[in-house]
Structure formats: structure tokens, C-alpha cells
């Protein structure tokens, strides 16, 4: 946390976030009103800081092909290799039972939608759920029936060995085995990507290795259609993070995407999403989750229970790490 932080307070002051007399926007607290005013197309965001590098890929991909589904599937593929990162991949944190499962879902704003939950052995599950999406009647596949059809499409298969630093992690986890939610830990992160096209065309993806020491086929809101992601081309798109459970409970990011429709910002959107999430949780004190918008237009907005959730954002004036408000 105190990493992502310093990350932070670095980026703010290197990129043009500054308002006049040199005082930041997050310094100022005037972020609902510039998400409100600012519009960008084309435009890129994704969850915490890890979208950065996710973003500089979606970005020359889109800037070569033209392609924005193509887009956010490569960006995110970026944070599914990073070894550093234990919200995502096969590198991610366990189950309980030590098996690394991984969610994934992409989305087009025709409605077109693809997404694998629990499934095993898949370097890419976001591409697998793009296969989902192209090359098959279903919207979902999951656990073993994911797992083979991603042999029937020529995916390798790799090794659940776990990686250094989740094994590491898991074995002091067994001490007391013991699961409790900590807010801003890198044990309910997730990367969220969505993207306006030059076109004025959304796409969105997500992806994740879910909850650290889960139950044993536990699926958290990524692989939701309307939880964690959900585009539509006449509106605009939205992208949840945090605790799963609580984001499905209220079906997040078609909240926001509906809230929109019927007039609202992505800003308030946003912050209307979470007041809800709020209310039908209990110890919200031990919940994270945060949600991040872009209209047809390309306003965005971004908001989360607690402070400490940050967005990358890519247009073609630069990229930059912004801090979100948050509701305490």
C-alpha cells in the first residue's frame, strides 16, 4: 500500500494533474468536478496502478489496428504475466486448497460478451473468454468445462505450480488458515480496463486470480456481466474492483452504466454505486471497491468506498496515474 502511495504522490507530481498556482487535483478535491468537465476520445482507463503498462499496450494496439477489442484484451494480458502482481494470473494468490483459479470477461458495446470462471491452467483467460465471446453460443464457461475447451482451442496448459511469492505467502497463510478481507492488500484486486474508441465504440475487460485463500470455487464479480464489467455503445462503460461478493449484491457496473443512461455523469454514477454497495454490506470497514466510468462521450468518473484506489488514464494528450475519491 505504502508503495502504491509513493508510486502515486511520484506520478501526480510528473504528470499534468496540477491546477493553477501548482496545487494537484487530488490536493484540491475537486475530482468529481474535472471528470465531469474533461472529455477524451479516444480513451483508455483501468484499475490501479498496474494499468499503467496494461494501458501503454492498449494503446499501441489500438493505435496500429484500429481495434479497440483487441485492445483491451492485449492491455490486460500485460498484468496476467507481471510476477509482481497477485491479484492476476497463474502468479496470483491460492485457494485454500493452494490451486490458483482465475475469472475473466471482455465485452463489446453491440452487447457481444465472453467470460471463464474458475478456471485452471490458463495463462490467458481473458483471450479464453474472448473465444468464449467469438467462437461459441455461450456467454460463460467454467471450472473444467472452461479448461477443456481451452485445450480444444489450442491453449497450453501450465503448471499450477505457484509462483515464489504466493507460495511463500501461502504457506504462512496456513499457519492459522485464517481469511479475513484488508483493504487496499493485494488480495481482492483485479485489473478492469475500459476504452471509447475514436468511433465513439466501447469495449471493456477484466480479469483476475480473485480472493487469496478462497473457498475452493469461489467466483468473485469479474466474470459477471453487469458486475464487473458492462459496455454498451448508446451509453458507455463501467469496471468494478475490490471484494466481489459486495460489487455482485448490487450488480455494480450495470448499475452505473444504467445510471448514466437516465441522465447521470460518470462521476455520479459512480459515486451512486457505491452509496448502494455502502448500504447493502455489513463491515464495510473491511470493504474495498472501487468503480470507474466512461460515457459515450468520453467523460469518465471514478469513485470507492475507502481511500487509496487509483486508475491509470491513457488519451492522446499523455497517460497518468490519478488518485480516486473515495466515500470516507
Same mark, same amino acid.
Given at each position: 500500500?505504502?508503495?502504491? /502511495? ?8 510528473? *504528470?499534468?494533474?496540477? @491546477? ?25 482507463l ?8 496494461a ?7 489500438l ?11 492485449e ?7 507481471? #510476477? ?5 494470473? @497463474? ?15 471482455? #465485452? ?6 465472453g ?17 468464449? #465471446?467469438?467462437? *461459441?453460443?455461450?456467454? #460463460? ?41 484488508? =483493504?487496499?492488500?493485494?488480495? %481482492? ?40 464489467l458492462?459496455?454498451? +455503445?448508446e ?5 468494478? *474492483? ?6 455482485? /449484491?448490487?450488480?455494480?457496473?450495470f448499475?452505473?452504466? $444504467? ?8 462521476? $455520479? ?35 470507492? =468506498? ?7 488514464? %491513457?488519451?492522446?494528450?499523455?497517460? +497518468? ?8
Amino acid at each position: 500500500m505504502s508503495q502504491r /502511495r509513493n508510486f502515486l504522490k511520484k506520478t501526480l507530481i510528473t *504528470t499534468g494533474l496540477l @491546477l493553477p498556482g501548482g496545487i494537484s487535483k487530488a490536493a484540491s478535491g475537486l475530482y468529481g468536478t474535472a471528470f465531469a468537465s474533461e472529455r477524451f476520445k479516444p480513451l483508455l482507463l483501468s484499475t490501479w496502478n498496474h494499468g499503467m503498462p496494461a494501458n501503454d499496450r492498449a494503446w499501441e494496439v489500438l493505435n496500429r489496428t484500429g481495434n479497440l477489442v483487441d485492445a483491451v484484451e492485449e492491455g490486460v494480458k500485460v498484468t496476467e504475466l507481471d #510476477m509482481e502482481n497477485l491479484s492476476v494470473g @497463474l502468479q496470483g494468490l491460492p485457494d485454500r486448497e493452494g490451486i490458483p483459479t482465475l475469472d475473466a470477461s471482455i #465485452m463489446k458495446g453491440d452487447g457481444s460478451c465472453g467470460t471463464v470462471a474458475f478456471v485452471r491452467q490458463v495463462k490467458h483467460p481473458i483471450s479464453l473468454a474472448r473465444k468464449v #465471446m467469438d467462437e *461459441t453460443p455461450h456467454v #460463460m464457461l467454467a471450472g473444467e468445462g472452461a479448461r477443456q475447451f481451452a485445450i480444444a482451442q489450442g491453449f497450453p496448459m501450465e503448471s499450477e505450480k505457484l509462483s515464489p511469492k504466493a507460495e511463500e505467502m501461502y504457506q504462512e497463510w496456513k499457519k492459522t488458515s485464517q481469511y479475513k478481507p484488508v =483493504v487496499n492488500i493485494e488480495n %481482492h484486486d483485479t485489473i478492469g480496463m475500459i476504452g471509447l474508441g475514436a468511433d465513439g465504440k466501447l469495449a471493456g475487460s477484466c480479469t483476475t486470480s480473485g480472493l487469496a485463500f478462497k473457498m475452493h470455487g469461489r467466483v468473485g464479480d469479474s466474470p459477471i456481466i453487469g458486475a464487473g464489467l458492462f459496455v454498451d +455503445d448508446e451509453v458507455g462503460a463501467a469496471t468494478a *474492483t475490490g471484494l466481489g461478493e459486495s460489487i455482485i /449484491r448490487i450488480c455494480g457496473s450495470f448499475l452505473i452504466v $444504467e445510471l448514466m443512461r437516465q441522465g447521470r455523469t460518470p462521476q $455520479e454514477a459512480c459515486e451512486e454505486a457505491v452509496r448502494r454497495l455502502i448500504a447493502k454490506n455489513k463491515d464495510i470497514k473491511d470493504i474495498q471497491a472501487g468503480f470507474l466510468a466512461i460515457n459515450k462521450d468520453g467523460e469518465y468518473g471514478a469513485y470507492a =468506498v475507502h481511500p487509496g484506489f487509483n486508475f491509470a488514464r %491513457h488519451h492522446k494528450n499523455g497517460q +497518468d496515474l490519478v488518485d480516486s475519491k473515495s466515500k470516507f
